[in-house]
């Protein structure tokens, strides 16, 4: 089945950009999803890219997606405090999702 | 609601004890998840259902861990003569399975304490 890898943790100045990094392993995902989760808080959708792309721009957000190493990235521009929280990628394959242990993004001011 | 809900949202139960945790999922969609959460953790898949068909159950962690769908709805996850290390919070996820966007929606999440 589908395996999706992350780094564990990643730290970063206020105002800098943050990039988080995701591997997979099914070539047939179709959509690939970044989740954000606050400290003692759900899940929610961040953003997602469908495969037929290599780059989504929404706001201080860019997804890049190489589908040919099958890597994912997130890159948080101006970094806020309140960006800290656990980010999760997610790998879509015929409705199944499958994700990754998550990464903590940790902005210090 | 609109949500996916859970309850109950917290759980104390002692060592040995069976626990049923409830998931509501958003009405309409087809696929649900349980997933486990330790504390400052990743998510630990458990089970999937997907409409009618079999269950993916290969992340349930012992026999003691099941998992129920009745009607293509309301899901229950049991634990059986709970122990200290299944302390976690389980969240429960729903998503539709065709179409544009298959984001999963999660619920609050249980946490379960085992003392």
């Known amino acids: 089945g589908e395996d999706v890898e992350q780094s564990l943790f990643l730290s970063v100045r206020e105002g800098d950009s943050s990039v988080i990094n995701c591997t997979y392993t099914?070539?047939?995902?179709?959509?690939l999803y970044w989740y954000k989760q606050e400290p003692g808080a759900g899940l929610q959708l961040l953003t997602y890219?469908?495969?037929?792309?290599d780059m989504k721009q929404d706001q201080r957000l860019t997804v890049l997606l190489n589908k040919k190493d099958k890597h994912l990235s997130l890159r948080i521009a101006d970094t806020q405090t309140g960006d800290s929280a656990i980010y999760f990628c997610?790998?879509?394959?015929?409705?199944?999702?499958?994700f990754g242990d998550g990464t903590t993004l940790t902005v210090k001011p | 609601g609109a949500g996916v809900s859970q309850s109950p949202s917290n759980k104390v139960t002692e060592k040995g004890k069976d626990v049923e945790l409830r998931c509501d999922p958003i009405?309409?969609?087809?696929?649900l998840y349980w997933y486990r959460q330790s504390l400052g953790q990743g998510l630990e898949f458990l089970i999937y259902?997907?409409?009618?068909?079999?269950?993916?159950k290969s992340g349930l962690p012992s026999d003691r861990f099941s998992a129920e769908r009745t009607g293509g709805s309301v899901s229950t996850l049991t634990i059986q003569r709970t122990q200290q290390e299944d302390s976690a919070v389980y969240l429960c996820?729903?998503?539709?399975?065709?179409?544009?966007?298959?984001?999963?929606?999660f619920g609050q999440g249980t946490r379960l304490t085992v003392v």
């Open positions: 996820a729903s998503s539709f399975r065709e179409g544009a966007n298959t984001e999963a929606f």
């Open positions: 099914d070539s047939s995902s179709t959509y």
């Open positions: 890219i469908f495969s037929n792309m």
């Open positions: 997610a790998a879509t394959n015929a409705g199944k999702s499958t």
């Open positions: 009405s309409g969609h087809t696929a």
């Open positions: 259902f997907q409409g009618n068909s079999a269950p993916d």
